[in-house]
């Protein structure tokens, strides 16, 4: 490795296409900044004015030049657009099999959450040669999430949810910083993300026992007396929650929303901004009882909620008459 390198570490999948573009960008700076600076010198030289009663000859111009200086840009920023473009797609969308991890930035820290339980502060654990997607929040200030060495960076704002993904392709510890200025401890909050192999990350995650996110979910929704309006049965004041992640809901202004993360959130601490149809508005709201981390934990719990199966209605044996051709017993004459 040189002394100076100009790049970190190539050190996820895409890297190596984001320093490509980059490298490109830069090259092409040149090559224009050069060229219109050796054009500004020779044009100053060839065409000075050499005296008084000098008098430039005129020019009617030519629609070949004007073509050139017009189209060759063109194809050049188009170019460079569906290149960044097909880039950022690639970016920003993971792997339906991504290894998902919580992460709330806090002054001056991060704090981070493996599905399994296992929490970390300031460093990541993740194996190599697999997908992770990180879903990132900020409990206080907008912070920003930065891996060079993996060429990622999304912002954690409060009150919203940002992802962003990437497959380490070499193992080792790799900075982690936060690339927006938070406070004035903001240059102390670093951190590291720690490649490992596959075997010796499965036995660093067998070493944290601990509940998982939607283990802990259920007992904050038992703790909080959640499951005594949101029950199941047609008695209940609130909405059975049940199936309910990633449904469309109907509101009681007409309109719907997707249970989206967003919207659990949303209706935690603010549960008057969007009602269901069919329900009043006797929510309390949980502004200041849960944490960032604690709304993630529901919302995990909330996945794991599946709608109750519909009751199997018996099949008779084939051969067997069906219920209504057999023979009803004959009832005893009325008194």
């Not at 002394?3 to 090259?27: C, H, K, M, N, R």
């Not at 940002?162 to 102390?188: D, I, N, P, V």
């Not at 449904?247 to 269901?276: C, F, N, Q």
């Not at 709608?307 to 004459?333: H, T, Y």
Request: aromatic share 10%.
């Amino acid at each position: 490795m040189p002394a100076l390198p100009f790049y970190p570490d190539q050190a996820s999948t895409f890297a190596g296409e984001v320093d490509a573009l980059y490298t490109f960008l830069i090259l092409l700076s040149i090559v224009f900044g050069a060229g219109i600076a050796l054009a500004l010198v020779v044009f100053a030289v060839k065409y000075r004015r050499r005296g008084p009663d000098d008098r430039p000859e005129l020019i009617h111009g030519s629609m070949a030049l004007e073509l050139a200086w017009s189209l060759g840009p063109l194809v050049i920023v188009m170019g460079i657009f569906v290149w960044s473009a097909a880039l950022y797609y690639r970016i920003q969308r993971a792997p339906k099999n991504a290894m998902e991890i919580h992460v709330v930035g806090k002054r001056w820290m991060w704090k981070i959450q493996h599905m399994t339980g296992q929490r970390e502060i300031n460093e990541l654990h993740v194996p190599i040669g697999a997908p992770v997607r990180l879903t990132i929040t900020s409990e206080d200030v907008i912070h920003s999430f930065f891996v060079p060495a993996f060429r990622v960076k999304t912002d954690a704002v409060p009150g919203r949810y940002t992802s962003l993904w990437f497959e380490a392709r070499q193992t080792g510890r790799f900075h982690l910083f936060c690339a927006e200025y938070c406070g004035t401890k903001h240059s102390g909050m670093i951190g590291s993300v720690v490649v490992m192999e596959p075997a010796a990350f499965q036995e660093w995650l067998a070493g944290g026992p601990s509940l998982s996110p939607a283990a802990e979910g259920e007992k904050l929704f038992q703790s909080l007396a959640c499951i005594t309006c949101h029950r199941a049965d047609s008695g209940a004041r609130g909405p059975s929650l049940e199936g309910l992640f990633g449904r469309p809901v109907a509101l009681s202004d007409g309109g719907t929303a997707v249970a989206t993360p967003e919207y659990i959130r949303e209706s935690i601490l603010t549960p008057s901004a969007k009602v269901v149809a069919g329900y009043q508005p006797v929510m309390p709201t949980f502004q200041g009882q849960v944490t960032e981390e604690q709304i993630l934990h529901i919302i995990e719990y909330l996945k794991t909620l599946r709608p109750a199966p519909a009751a199997a209605i018996p099949v008779p044996p084939a051969g067997a008459p069906s219920p209504a051709a057999r023979p009803q017993p004959k009832s005893s004459p009325k008194p």
